[in-house]
Each structure stands twice: as C-alpha cells, then as structure tokens.
C-alpha cells in the first residue's frame, strides 16, 4: 500500500515539474551560442570525417564490429573550451553523437532520405508528428517538422529549421540542421489547440541543432548525427527526481531517428 501511495505521488511529481512554466533568458541563448561555436570550430578542426575515426585503435576496432553486427553506437559529448566546462545558466545541453552502418546502401539513398522532409512524418513517425519542406535553394531547405516526445508526460513541439547539406566527395556528404523557431503546443490536435509563447514555456526543447555526416565504405555507408539540443534546467529541489527524466528524451530520440534511418536504407 505504501510502495503504491509513493509510486503515484512520483508520477504526479514527474509529470507536473516539468509542466511549470520557464522563460528562456538571453544568457541561456548566449552560453548555448558558445558552446555551439567552440563545438563547431571542434568540428572544423577535426582531420576525422568520422567520430570513429578518431577513436583510440583499440576502441576504434571493437566500434567498427559493432556497427558491422548491425548496432548503433552512441555516446555522450561534452565540449569544454580551454579545458573547462561551458557553463549554461538556467538551461541544459544535451549533447550526444550516433552512428550506425548500413551494408549495401549509398551516399545518394542516404541523401535523398534525410532531404524527403514531405514523408519524415510517415517515415520517423511517431516521433515526427508533422514534416513539410517549406522552401528549398539548392542545397538548402527550410522545414517545418512537429515532434511529439512521451515520456510519462506527452510534449508536441512545432518548429521550424535551416537544413544545409553539403556534398564533400563522391563518397561523402555533410549537413548542419539548426532550429530557428521552436513553439511548444497547447491541447495538440484538438479544437483548441494553440502555441505557447516562444521560449515561456515548458522549457522542453528551446534549441535543436543536429550535424549529419554520410560516408560511403567498406561496402555500404555509415551515417552519423551529433546532436546538440538545449533545455530547461530543473529546480534544485527536484533534481534527483526530474533530471534523468528530461536528459532521457535527447538519447532516446536520437536512438530512435539513427535506428529508423538504417532500417529504412535497408530495405
């Protein structure tokens, strides 16, 4: 009896925390604009294509079977600049890269699925609630997509995005996905369903940025997104409980997005 008392009263704790409301500050913006620079220039740096490339050889071995096995691999960055955290007031940075392999498949496949934002919302369902490509200039698109994210508590978010692919090599090809409007939704897909005010909201998902990298070789291609989304931080008093909550639903989706693209490329 006690042990159900207390597992309703975490469950109400869980999904009403979250739920409160929380404005994002020009501080937050600005320390989540630094971290992204200082991973950027990271990435600019990097002789590696590939994270995996740039793994120790041991470990490097032991990743490359596992994506040969048909895994996904995935870990948890962070970037510090001069060997320090970055710190981000009143908000968290959620910062995973994924990569998996898919044996037979092309860069060309690779590309004309991650650009088919007209069907992301049939082929990424139900994570990707609505998707239409609202322009496209070449290599540049501007999307609008609505994600839904459930855990314990459904949240659907609409947003609006900058995809920019770049065609490296024959063999290669890169994009950097930068969220430009992100409006989380009141009573979804009912009669009174409305936007929240930008950035006074649940504090869910305030930023999404994704970097896609597409390599063809050893006799298929691997694909490979590095994540950066930033969040609401969470009182003091209910981190223990709410904080593996919120930093779950940037795992869990990339996991998702990377599994869903190797089995589509599959068939």
């Known amino acids: ?4 008392a207390a597992a309703v009263v975490l469950l109400a704790l869980i999904g009403a925390t979250p739920a409160s409301s929380a404005e994002l500050q020009p501080r937050t913006v600005a320390a989540f604009d630094r971290y992204v620079r200082v991973t950027e220039q990271r990435m600019k740096d990097d ?13 490097q071995r032991a990743v490359l079977e596992a994506l040969r096995r048909g895994e996904l691999v995935i870990d948890r960055l962070t970037t510090r600049q001069s060997g320090k955290e970055i710190d981000i007031p009143d908000g968290m940075v959620h910062h995973w890269i994924g990569v998996v392999f898919v044996p037979g498949a092309t860069v060309d496949k690779a590309l004309a ?12 369902a139900p994570a990707v609630a609505a998707s239409k490509l609202l322009s496209r200039n070449g290599n ?7 994600f839904l994210m459930k855990k314990v508590i459904t949240v659907v978010v609409n947003t609006e995005n900058d995809a920019r692919f770049t065609r490296d090599a024959p ?8 969220s430009t409007r992100i409006a989380e939704v009141d009573a979804p897909d009912t009669p009174s369903e409305r936007e ?10 305030w930023r999404l940025y ?8 050893d006799g298929g291609t691997y ?15 209910f981190a223990w409980l709410v904080r593996p909550f919120v930093t779950s639903i940037p795992r869990e989706s990339l996991e998702f997005t990377l599994t869903t693209t190797r089995n589509v490329l599959r068939k």
């Open 196 to 205: 929240k005010p930008v950035g006074n909201d649940g504090g869910y998902l």
């Open 223 to 237: 694909v490979q997104c590095e994540s950066i989304s930033l969040t609401r931080d969470i009182p003091l008093g």
């Open 113 to 124: 699925l991650l650009q088919d934002y007209d069907h992301h919302a049939q082929i990424y």
């Open 1 to 4: 009896m006690r042990c159900s």
């Open 210 to 217: 994704s970097y896609w990298r597409v390599l063809e070789r």
């Open 140 to 146: 540049n698109f501007r999307v609008y997509l609505r």
């Open 171 to 178: 063999n290669r090809a890169s994009s950097r996905i930068y």
């Open 47 to 59: 002789p590696q294509f590939l994270w995996v490339d740039g793994l120790p050889a041991s470990q």
